[in-house]
């Protein structure tokens, strides 16, 4: 199985991106925030039906820094990790 995040995805990444913040956020909304997954969400979304006959997909969600759950792949869901298997 693999696990797909984005590194803009983490609890921290506010904090760090704004000090150098070129579209004017404010630390408790950044923009920047979670662009990876939703490209790769996208991309998954737009490719559906030929990725879902070779793998199975699920998504994810983070509770902290340790544990979080998945649920079976939802196109409109909007997921924190995407995670996914090739079909044997």
């Known amino acids: 199985m693999v696990m797909v995040a984005g590194s803009d ?43 879902a006959k070779e793998y199975k997909f699920w998504g994810g969600f983070k509770l902290n820094d340790f544990q979080g759950y998945m649920e079976e792949y939802k196109t409109l869901n909007k997921y924190q990790v995407v995670y996914f298997q090739k079909i044997i």
């Open 9 to 51: 995805s983490i609890d921290s990444y506010p904090q760090k991106c704004w000090p150098n913040c070129k579209k004017k956020c404010v630390p408790s909304v950044c923009k920047n925030a979670n662009r990876r997954i939703t490209i790769y969400k996208n991309f998954v979304n737009k490719n559906w039906e030929l990725l």
